[in-house]
Each structure stands twice: as C-alpha cells, then as structure tokens.
C-alpha cells in the first residue's frame, strides 16, 4: 500500500478548525520540509492566520461542492480535520479524492464519538471494560428505570403510601396515552433528592462536550432525563440517552494515531478539567495539561492497547468500518483497573499543544501516512523534555463572558526559547489581537522537569494581559504515579 500513495515532497495542506488544537496542529505542520503551502478555513485566530493562507470556502455540509471545488484548484493534497462536527458529518468521505487524503476518520467510523450509543454496543460486543449503562430513547422508561426497585424497598421498610405512589408512577410511565400529568407528592420527591444514587446521564448525540450530567441522587437523576429529552437542552443530540454507572478513580486520555491497521500509542497526557486550582468547580473544555504524564506504566499502557484500543479497531473492522485518524480513549483509573469513560475521533484540546511541543520528526508525514494507511513506516519521536500547557481564559468562563477584551505581552512571553502560545479564542483584525472565546491562549512550555515546565508557563502567563484573564497556577502540580495490581 505504501507504494500506492507516498507523502508528495511538496504538500498543499487545507487545515480545518480554529481553536488551540489547530493553531498547534498548524505550528507543527509548518515546520516540515515537505510543506509547500498550508492553507486555512479558520484564520480568524490570530495564530492560524499568522501561518495560512486563508481558504475562503468553508467547511458545510450541504454545500460541500465548492469546497471540493476549491481544494481541486488549489491542489490540496492532504487535508487535515481537527473538531469532530466535521468527521460526524462525514468531510473524510466527501473530500477524499484519488489525489487527495483526509486526516480524519469517515463519517461511519465517527460514530465512535458521535453517537454514544453505538460505542457503548461497540464496547459490549468487544467486551471492553467501561461503565454498565442503558440506552433509552422514551423519556418514560428511563424515569421509570431510575426508580426500579424502589417501591419494594419501600414497602419492605413499611412506607406503604410512598411504595404506593412509586408503584403507581412507575406504572403510568409505562401507559401510552396519559390523560393527566404525574406530580410526586412533597414527601416522595423529597426522598428522591437525598436518595443517593450515583448516575450519569449523557446525552448520546454531540453537544459541545457538555451533554454529560453526574447526577448524585435520583431527583438529580429525573431531572438530568427531563432536561436532556424533554427541555432538549442539546437539541437532537439528546433524542437517545444513555444512564450509567458512576465510576471513581482517576481519568487519563490515551491518544493513539491509527491507520486501519497499525496503532501508534502517542506519549500520555494529563489534562486538567474544572476551572478551579484544586479540582474544584464546573467542569471546562480544559485548563491546561502537561505531557508526558506517569500516570500508566508500561504494563498498563501495553493492558489499554490490548483491552481497550486493538479490541474498538477490530470491532469496527469486523463491522466493514476501517478505522483512520486519531483514537483517544478518555479512561476512568477505577480500582477494578481502566475503564472507558469516552471514545472521541479526534485529538484532544488542550493535551495537542504540549504533544505538539514535544513531537520531533515530521508531523506533515505522519498525518500522511496515518491516511494512507502506511504508520507501519512512519518515525515518531517525542523530545525528552517535558512540555506544560496552561489556558488563559476569559472572566466568567466556563460560564458566560465578555468578548474582544486586547491581548498584551504576548511578545514578552514568547521570547523565551521554551515558551510557544497556542491562540484558541482570539481575533486579529486591525492589527490588533483580542479576546473571542472562553479559553483564550494555551501558553506551553518546555522545561527538563515538569516542575520547572511549569514553572516558565506560568511566569509566561504573567506577562499577557487582557481584561478578566484568569488561569490555573496548579497545572502540573500533580504527576501521579499509581501503583496497580499485575493486569497480566
Ligand atoms: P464524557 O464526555 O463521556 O467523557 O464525560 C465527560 C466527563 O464526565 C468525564 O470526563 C468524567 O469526568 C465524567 N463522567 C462521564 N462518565 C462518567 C461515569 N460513568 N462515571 C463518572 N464520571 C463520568
């Protein structure tokens, strides 16, 4: 195969995506030899744009003639895909050419992250290890499912009228035409609100990374399902749910980079969800992360390959689908060993910029041959130094905040040798950099140890200035070693 389609020594690129990813996947894309030119939908953010050329077409389903048109012209070789929207509405299958690649799984083999559903069947089919979970797509008998059990236990405790009323719930749940609404008595729904009952409810669909509610008692649980299918709160993502065990322990992100056949395991990061120092907070798209991470050893690491990665490839091969891209498995380190929490189709944010730091060789080549079908030859080295990725954001953030705040000191900060920041909200126009999303710039670092990593990020930070700019000053503080049993 590989003599089928060779990396061309001069390689147009079409990048697609705007965020601190891109700008990462860009900065390692500029620097192979191989580049002739990279071009970019998304040069808004001011680090793109200092890189591409702008592409004037952009990314759109329904008119995806005219970006195939304009890559025709513009003789794109390669294209490569960062956010998963793109890959779940199918842009591999329909801009991949005879003379053009697409770095990206197909729209089929998305569904991975796209439909949680199918990767929840996928996983029990290949038996890989992940939280017991049910899938509904009538409100009614998942309400029902949260309260299972409940009117017995009442009963056997002598609380017959509450046994009653969860009896007769459970029951018009399972009516089809219902003439008149239920409403739980004051003394049910409080025992349901300090019930406590441990649950997820995701939302199967595609929602921005924020269709998973941890739901803690069963009123949190009745009101995580109405507002997911009944409020429909994610819009179509959440027509079918899942609700699943509540898992424990500590999450790593294993990212693999996969081109049908062979699995290339990329260096472990650890990310940093909640927006507050300690872990503490609502969870965000990510404050910062440091790679590598020691959180597996080899075992372990060799353990989530055959358990976990190899296991999802072959499943879906077996269904016809030739996995493509990047594999990242979001993992829960529970005491009965990993388990997965996710499969996303595409590499994670922020945990790209400090794996695009380290990345030696040529990202250009290898992003070719996992599309080509044709890692098995591929180089991939990591520096030994250790990089920390810490994300400056907007005030208020993840909640609302305000926008086109200026960006200051961003020359100051990056005229260390060790320091590159990754743009992920700004906007240049005029001349001048401001403020355009939440999580606004991922200041990396390199360092021999990841304490003084992260020690140069955060003296970085300090010199940028905009309005509200806040930041983690704990990322990297922790670098957890676990010690587990033999998984062998
Ligand atoms: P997901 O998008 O499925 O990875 O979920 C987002 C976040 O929700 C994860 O990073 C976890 O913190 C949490 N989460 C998801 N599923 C579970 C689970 N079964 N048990 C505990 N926490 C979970």
Redesign the pocket.
């Known amino acids: 195969m590989s003599t089928e389609r060779p990396c061309p020594e001069q390689c147009n690129v079409l990048l697609i995506g705007g965020g601190g990813r891109e700008h990462a996947l860009a900065w390692k894309l500029s620097q192979s030899p191989k580049l002739d030119t990279l071009y970019a939908t998304d040069v808004t953010n001011g680090g793109i744009a200092a890189l591409a050329t702008p592409c004037d077409q952009k990314w759109d389903p329904t008119r995806e003639f005219y970006l195939n048109r304009w890559c025709d012209r513009h003789d794109i070789h390669l294209i490569v895909v960062g956010p998963e929207v793109p890959l779940a509405e199918g842009i591999a299958d329909t801009l991949a050419t005879e003379h053009r690649l697409v770095f990206g799984p197909s729209k089929e083999a998305a569904r991975i992250e796209s439909d949680?559903s199918y990767a929840k069947d996928l996983m029990r089919q290949a038996s890989i290890p992940t939280?017991d979970s049910r899938t509904f797509t009538d409100i009614d008998a998942a309400r029902s499912y949260l309260l299972r059990g409940l009117d017995r236990e009442l009963e056997n405790d002598f609380k017959t009228e509450l046994a009653k009323e969860v009896s007769s719930f459970i029951e018009w749940c399972s009516e089809r035409e219902k003439t008149t609404p239920f409403q739980f008595t004051d003394e049910l729904q409080a025992l349901l609100d300090v019930r406590e009952e441990p649950c997820?409810v995701?939302a199967s669909g595609l929602a921005a990374?924020k269709g998973?509610i941890?739901c803690e008692t069963v009123g949190d649980g009745l009101r995580a399902v109405e507002l997911i299918m009944k409020d429909c709160a994610f819009g179509d993502a959440g027509e079918t749910i899942l609700i699943?065990?509540?898992?424990?322990g500590i999450?790593v992100s294993v990212l693999a980079l996969v081109d049908g056949g062979t699995i290339w395991i990329l260096d472990l990061c650890q990310d940093y969800?909640q927006v507050g120092e300690g872990d503490t907070g609502p969870?965000t798209g990510g404050m910062g992360a440091f790679c590598p991470a020691s959180l597996l050893d080899e075992e372990m690491m060799r353990y989530v390959e055959r358990e976990i990665l190899v296991p999802a490839v072959d499943a879906m091969r077996r269904d016809g689908i030739e996995y493509r891209g990047v594999l990242y498995a979001?993992l829960?380190l529970t005491t009965a060993g990993p388990k997965v929490?996710?499969f996303n189709c595409r590499f994670g944010d922020p945990e790209t910029q400090p794996l695009m730091v380290r990345f030696k060789g040529d990202l250009l080549d290898v992003l070719w041959r996992t599309a080509a079908g044709t890692l098995d030859d591929a180089s991939i080295e990591f520096d030994d130094n250790v990089a920390c990725c810490v994300v400056m954001c907007s005030d208020g953030y993840p909640g609302s905040y305000v926008k086109g705040q200026v960006i200051t000191g961003m020359e100051t900060a990056e005229s260390s040798d060790n320091v590159v920041v990754f743009q992920a909200g700004t906007n240049c126009s005029r001349g001048e950099l401001t403020t355009s999303g939440g999580r606004v710039l991922g200041v990396t670092a390199m360092a021999d140890s990841l304490e003084e990593a992260r020690q140069i990020a955060n003296e970085a930070c300090g010199e940028i200035h905009f309005n509200g700019a806040f930041w983690r000053n704990d990322i990297g503080c922790r670098n957890i070693e676990i010690n587990y049993p033999s998984v062998n």
């Open positions: 949680k939280a997820v995701k990374g998973v941890v699943e065990e509540f898992m424990t999450e969800k969870n979001g829960m929490l996710e």
